[in-house]
Nanobody, 123 residues
Framework: QVQLLESGGGLVQAGGSLRLSCAASRRTLSNYNMGWFRQAPGKEREFVAA????????YYAEFVKGRFTISRDNAKNTMYLQMNSLKPEDTAVYYC????????????????WGQGTQVTVSS
């Protein structure tokens, strides 16, 4: 069973930065399209960013464009989300996902999910 493991969450002040990582156990991620989603308390899970298996194509939600950068290092079997200029409304549990052949903005298309990492941005 492949497991996705997120790390890098934490508490940061508004305007600060965090880098999330998503690594896999037991299988390479290099052939998978991957994405980041988030879920705030009382809200539905929403798309944040996605990256094709080659790393060539990236996609972002409008509310993170210019602030977040998704990347991957297939040699390290890891995907990243660099988050800059964080805002209190970015507070959520962030999930990584892998293995989708559908539009990468759709959570329903992903077969593999991590347990999530909490990001809290204080004002």
């Amino acid at each position: 069973q492949v497991q996705l493991l997120e790390s890098g969450g934490g508490l940061v002040q508004a305007g600060g930065s965090l880098r999330l990582s998503c690594a896999a156990s037991r299988r390479t991620l290099s052939n998978y399209n991957m994405g980041w989603f988030r879920q705030a308390p009382g809200k539905e899970r929403e798309f944040v960013a996605a990256i094709s298996w080659t790393g060539v194509n990236t996609y972002y939600a409008e509310f993170v464009k210019g602030r977040f950068t998704i990347s991957r290092d297939n040699a390290k079997n890891t995907m990243y989300l660099q988050m800059n200029s964080l805002k209190p409304e970015d507070t959520a549990v962030y999930y990584c996902a892998a293995d989708s052949s559908r539009p990468l903005t759709l959570s329903a298309g992903y077969k593999l999910w991590g347990q999530g990492t909490q990001v809290t941005v204080s004002s």
